[in-house]
């Protein structure tokens, strides 16, 4: 599968390989699993004088060094006769004699594990070598003990990274085109699957790597998931175990809440059985340690409440679906955990097709106002003394000319008259946003929609997969 996007990350680190030929640069990328790193590092060397050392976990630290010994062998960086003793003279081997050339260290937070005394040994060599021109890329996976080893003051390593590249999910445009060279030329059939398995390319590799091209969305995760010997089969676990350790049961609690809807911190407190109060800090760790979780305000900030989405769409998936019904999965009732699915999938397409339809919206040439902010709102009003709670999926807010554009999103084909209903819903849900614009307008975007022209003359904005289609089209081109 060829290799897709990433061009400002690779311009990034061209400009960072040419600082490199005077001094010593420390690089640091990271993301999550399956974002794409080791192909991206891959495509960067490949007509690169370099070396690349992955740092294998499950390794002896002395049976890794006789590996690094007998790669460096083979590069000629060492003679069959030399024999490196310990870590500090490997690493000073490096800035001895591979000058000029580029260093990878693949899951370079692994030495935690294997020998943590590495952190200090790179330290020492690069403080003494900040002259020798040389770079040495660090790619992480597991972000939470990524950033402790280089963000954390204790650590040796703080402050010593040149650049930290964090590498995010591709966008919907761009795996897109992955997609299509998988055969799924319908953006009816691209939605879906980018719904679940959302920016990260591994996935997609997957399905050419196991022959799924065109094969149906829940044929693919039968295949890929669910079968007692699917090759994915313990993927989530295994990438939150490593993250999570002794504490994986309360975050499992967390994340298993977020994913059946509950996104407000009382409704995730309630749902683990834990106040509010004792519950913040592991939400905090949850989006600021581990990444897994993001936190939303409403686009106007007219108040400090916030909701919680899972960032990782497949980890929403698994919890939603796997998890739930565990004791199936665990004894292989697929076909069972399969019907489930098709029951609901159309509802988690719903919730992320909002992300997609956002980045529509970004990429879209005649909107009628400049978005500086793209979001959801959501608040509150009375009717008869009683609560009721307002959302609006998306609002295109353009702060300098006080313009705003409420949007909703629908995974489903819309007759005009139904169309037409959401949008005046939509109207009155849009009085109560406490907010002085001098203009709205008013937004829907489906599946399909029939009649979409008339809306368009009756002043509305509605849109639905084709134009998906050109936007898809007109980047192909470009």
Request: hydrophobic share 40%; net charge positive; with cysteine.
């Amino acid at each position: 599968m060829k290799f897709v996007d990433r061009e400002a990350e690779l311009s990034d680190m061209g400009k960072l390989l040419e600082l490199s030929k005077k001094k010593a640069f420390l690089i640091g990328i990271f993301g999550l699993r399956r974002v794409g790193k080791t192909a991206l590092i891959s495509h960067f060397i490949k007509q690169q004088d370099s070396l690349y050392f992955f740092v294998n976990g499950d390794k002896t630290s002395p049976d890794l060094l006789s590996e690094y010994s007998e790669e460096l062998r083979k590069s000629g960086v060492l003679t069959p006769l030399e024999h490196i003793g310990n870590w500090d003279s490997f690493v000073e081997l490096l800035f001895q004699r591979c000058k000029g050339k580029i260093l990878v260290f693949d899951e370079f937070q692994n030495f935690s594990s294997v020998e943590p005394s590495v952190f200090s040994v790179f330290q020492k060599f690069f403080d003494k070598n900040e002259n020798t021109p040389i770079m040495i890329i660090f790619l992480g996976s597991l972000i939470g003990l990524f950033k402790k080893i280089f963000e954390d003051k204790k650590q040796p390593l703080y402050g010593r990274l040149k650049s930290k590249i964090k590498l995010k999910p591709l966008r919907f445009s761009e795996a897109a085109e992955m997609l299509n060279e998988l055969g799924y030329k319908e953006t009816t059939d691209i939605v879906p699957f980018y719904s679940v398995f959302g920016g990260f390319p591994k996935y997609y590799v997957s399905v050419e790597d196991y022959g799924l091209n065109k094969k149906p969305l829940l044929d693919v995760i039968e295949s890929l998931f669910l079968l007692e010997r699917a090759p994915l089969k313990a993927e989530v676990e295994d990438i939150l175990k490593q993250e999570f350790g002794k504490r994986k049961s309360l975050f499992y609690s967390i994340l298993y809440a977020i994913a059946s809807g509950k996104t407000k911190i009382n409704e995730i407190a309630s749902a683990v059985g834990m106040k509010e109060s004792s519950i913040s800090r592991h939400m905090n760790d949850l989006v600021q340690h581990f990444e897994f979780v993001k936190k939303e305000s409403t686009v106007f900030n007219e108040n400090k409440k916030t909701i919680y989405k899972i960032n990782h769409p497949l980890i929403e998936f698994w919890f939603r679906y796997i998890y739930k019904t565990y004791s199936e999965y665990a004894i292989g009732q697929a076909e069972n955990i399969k019907s489930f699915m098709a029951s609901d999938i159309n509802s988690f397409i719903g919730r992320r097709f909002e992300a997609i339809a956002s980045e529509f919206l970004t990429l879209q040439e005649n909107l009628p106002l400049s978005p500086s902010k793209i979001g959801p709102w959501w608040g509150h009003h009375r009717v008869e003394g009683i609560r009721k709670e307002i959302e609006i999926d998306i609002v295109c807010l353009d702060e300098n000319k006080k313009e705003a554009m409420f949007v909703e999103c629908k995974w489903s084909a819309l007759k005009e008259k139904e169309a037409l209903r959401i949008l005046e819903e939509l109207k009155e849900k849009s009085k109560h946003v406490e907010w002085k614009r001098k203009k709205e307008y008013f937004c829907i975007i489906a599946k399909k929609i029939n009649g979409k022209e008339a809306l368009r003359k009756a002043g509305y904005f509605a849109y639905d997969l084709e134009d998906f289609d050109k936007i898809m089209k007109s980047k192909r081109i470009d």
